[in-house]
């Protein structure tokens, strides 16, 4: 099955400066790279997603990009702020195939200081 | 926030209860997942669904099963709870495959706390 490595654990920035989050996977037939973000005592929420026919995809501050040939992808973020702290997830999917599941990262911490 | 609820919201149970959690949602999807979080693990699928009467294992599906009776309607039932299923609870639900990607939306989740 699918295996998602995320990196790093924990990454503490200071505000205004960019926060870069990794993934790795396994599986060459996923197509589909969603990201969540966890604020504390809250649900994961959808902030972006990539498809696997495109390398880069921009929204706003937040920017995804994916290296098919090396099975990565990584969340970019610009201009941080105290409200992007939040625990953010990878996750994986082969959307073409008969079952339907994603695979997430284990998750990083951001803390933005002020 | 897409239309799924969760109940309970907290539960504290005793080791060797059964206990059942309830998700509920409006948008009519086909597809319902049930998640467990806990620190150092990320999320963790334990089962879902993709369609009424029908459902499949995730990768943590040990001490749990579920049922799905109605579109709307995905319980998640701990037989016999265990101290080790002291968790966070997600249940999440994707439109797949009324669109191309599986694109999956969290409830509110439930805290379950096993004595």
């Known amino acids: 099955g699918e295996n998602v490595e995320q990196h790093p654990s924990t990454l503490s920035v200071q505000e205004g400066d960019s926060a870069v989050i990794k993934c790795t996977y396994s599986d060459s037939a996923s197509n589909y790279f969603p990201w969540y973000k966890q604020e504390l005592g809250k649900r994961p929420q959808l902030i972006i997603d990539?498809?696997?026919?495109?390398g880069e995809k921009k929204d706003q501050r937040i920017a995804v990009t994916l290296n098919k040939t090396a099975k990565h992808f990584s969340l970019h973020i610009t201009e941080t702020q105290p409200e992007d702290s939040a625990v953010y997830f990878c996750a994986a999917s082969n959307s073409g195939g008969s079952n339907y599941k994603l695979t997430f990262g284990k998750g990083t911490l951001l803390t933005v200081n002020p | 926030d897409a239309g799924i609820t969760q109940s309970p919201r907290h539960k504290v149970t005793e080791t060797g209860t059964p206990v059942t959690l309830r998700c509920h949602q409006t948008e009519n999807h086909r597809y319902m997942y049930w998640y467990r979080q806990d620190p150092g693990h990320g999320l963790r699928l334990i089962h879902y669904?993709?369609?009424?009467?029908?459902?499949d294992k995730g990768e943590v599906s040990d001490g749990y099963s579920v049922s799905r009776s109605k579109t709307e309607d995905f319980l998640l039932t701990l037989e016999s709870a265990t101290s080790s299923q002291t968790s966070v609870y997600f249940c999440?639900?994707?439109?797949?495959?009324?669109?191309?990607?599986?694109?999956?939306?969290f409830g509110p989740g439930t805290r379950l706390t096993v004595l």
């Open positions: 999440a639900i994707s439109a797949i495959p009324q669109v191309s990607y599986n694109e999956q939306f």
């Open positions: 669904s993709y369609g009424v009467k029908d459902t």
């Open positions: 990539i498809r696997s026919n495109v």
